[in-house]
């Protein structure tokens, strides 16, 4: 029994890319949100809520801007995550995938989780020996 635990793999990936392909998704995921709350409702908690902590007659711009910079931080670190898979002696997709949380986390991405998920991930995928 032990033995055939053993030989069933979930495949190749390593830790630090496990957790820097949950990030992206959950960046990706949480900007989509953003939006779509934003669409559907008006205003948002973070943009223009009950507060109107932005005086702006209209925050659909705003929150237009903050998701889409919140997907683009999420693709990179996908895009990121597959190439240190691809390469991991190559530590310069590591810290793309820190840079990438680290916009992430600035800009609402993945509900906070994305982005320390992408740090730990990035810092792990540095500390890796090849």
Do not use: N
């Amino acid at each position: 029994m032990v033995q055939m635990i053993k030989q069933i793999q979930i495949g190749d990936i390593s830790p630090p890319v496990l957790l820097s392909r949950l990030s992206g998704i959950f960046i990706i995921l949480g900007s989509l949100s953003l939006f779509a709350m934003s669409m559907l409702h008006g205003s948002t908690i973070i943009i223009g809520g009950p507060l109107h902590v932005l005086s702006l007659m209209d925050s659909h711009w705003l929150a237009a801007l903050v998701s889409s910079i919140s997907f683009s931080m999420g693709g990179l670190i996908l895009y990121s995550s597959h190439k240190m898979r691809k390469y991991p002696e190559d530590k310069v997709w590591a810290t793309m995938i820190i840079l990438g949380s680290i916009v992430g986390l600035f800009y609402i991405g993945g509900f906070g989780l994305g982005g320390i998920l992408g740090l730990i991930g990035g810092v792990m995928g540095l500390e890796r020996r090849s």
